[in-house]
């Protein structure tokens, strides 16, 4: 018996479960739905013009941070060189 899950073609297993799995414009629809339940239960946040700023700020800083960070550890010099720690590949 066949399953879903089971090896296709390309060698590679593929699930039609999750979200991830969705069409995109599904996925988007979905999303929609759920920010506009917020909103009307009053339940959302509305970043003001000042705090959007404050948000942008602190990401490049972090980002700045983990440069620098990669920078010293001697990763930083080759952009052909990919590392497997997560958020330092470029």
Same mark, same amino acid.
């Given at each position: 018996?066949?399953?879903?899950?089971?090896?296709?073609?390309?060698?590679?297993?593929?699930?039609?479960? $999750?979200? /991830?799995?969705?069409?995109?414009? =599904?996925? &988007?629809?979905? !999303?929609?739905? #759920? +920010?506009?339940?917020?909103?009307?239960?009053?339940?959302?946040?509305?970043?003001?013009?000042?705090?959007?700023?404050?948000?942008?700020?602190?990401? $490049?800083? /972090?980002?700045?941070?983990?440069? =620098?960070? &990669?920078?010293? !550890?001697?990763? #930083? +010099?080759?952009?052909?060189?990919?590392?497997?720690?997560?958020?330092?590949?470029?």
């Amino acid at each position: 018996m066949a399953s879903d899950n089971q090896d296709n073609e390309g060698g590679s297993k593929k699930s039609n479960r $999750g979200f /991830a799995s969705m069409d995109p414009q =599904r996925q &988007r629809e979905i !999303a929609s739905e #759920g +920010g506009r339940a917020a909103h009307e239960k009053g339940t959302a946040h509305e970043f003001t013009s000042d705090e959007a700023r404050e948000a942008g700020r602190k990401g $490049g800083m /972090a980002r700045s941070a983990a440069n =620098r960070a &990669r920078k010293a !550890a001697g990763q #930083g +010099g080759n952009p052909d060189r990919s590392s497997n720690e997560p958020g330092l590949n470029r």
